[in-house]
T-cell receptor
Framework: SQTIHQWPATLVQPVGSPLSLECTVE??????LYWYRQAAGRGLQLLFY??????ISSEVPQNLSASRPQDRQFILSSKKLLLSDSGFYLC???????????FGNGTRLTVT | AQSVTQPDIHITVSEGASLELRCNYS??????LFWYVQSPGQGLQLLLK??????LVQGIKGFEAEFKRSQSSFNLRKPSVHWSDAAEYFC??????????????FGAGTRLAVHP
């Protein structure tokens, strides 16, 4: 069966520091991969999605970037964190043709 | 543009009572609809999905949802709520765009509290 791993679970970083969150999927090939952010008291905002290695699309302009160096690996990065980057970050994968998204357990990021 | 509205931000029910969470969507074609549940500090778990066919769909944990095209609704129901159902519930509408990308638009969520 397919599983999705996301780490770390929690992270506290100072303003201006770099960020790297990693997500890996097992048990499937060529998944669509997604990064969502969930701010406190708000819904889910799609940040990035990827349909293949090296193919990244951004939904909203921001301080973050994403990369997909391998088929089942998705990385969320920042060179310099802002206070507004605090939130709950969720990685997800899906198959094709309107299949549902399957989410990881998320990373709670606090920028201080 | 597609959108999802969950009119109720918070709902409180007693354990054993029935539950209905409302979801309305705006979408130009036949929608693909989902309900997810999120426990505090956790990711989202898929409860059920509607693609086509029978408008009443069954999900996990005793949940069901009914698709009503005339009302643009996809309400989630459970006949008897358990204390462990306390969580946040998200409705989503999806579509597949060119290149195979599945775009899900989520509602703002409904937080469910269960009284003993």
């Amino acid at each position: 069966s397919q599983t999705i791993h996301q780490w770390p679970a929690t992270l506290v970083q100072p303003v201006g520091s770099p960020l790297s969150l990693e997500c890996t999927v097992e048990g499937t090939s060529n998944p669509n991969l997604y990064w969502y952010r969930q701010a406190a008291g708000r819904g889910l905002q799609l940040l990035f999605y990827s349909v293949g290695i090296g193919q990244i699309s951004s939904e909203v302009p921001q301080n973050l970037s994403a990369s997909r160096p391998q088929d089942r690996q998705f990385i969320l990065s920042s060179k310099k964190l802002l206070l507004s980057d605090s939130g709950f970050y969720l990685c997800a994968w899906s198959g094709l043709e309107n299949s549902p998204l399957h989410f990881g357990n998320g990373t709670r990021l606090t920028v201080t | 543009a597609q959108s999802v509205t969950q009119p109720d931000i918070h709902i409180t029910v007693s354990e054993g009572a029935s539950l209905e969470l409302r979801c309305n969507y705006s979408y130009g074609a036949t929608p693909y609809l989902f309900w997810y549940v999120q426990s505090p500090g956790q990711g989202l778990q898929l409860l059920l999905k509607y693609f086509s066919g029978d408008t009443l769909v069954q999900g996990i944990k005793g949940f069901e949802a009914e698709f009503k095209r005339s009302q643009s609704s996809f309400n989630l129901r459970k006949p008897s709520v358990h204390w462990s159902d306390a969580a946040e519930y998200f409705c989503a509408v999806g579509t597949t765009l060119s290149g195979g990308y599945n775009k899900l638009i989520f509602g703002a969520g409904t937080r469910l509290a269960v009284h003993p």
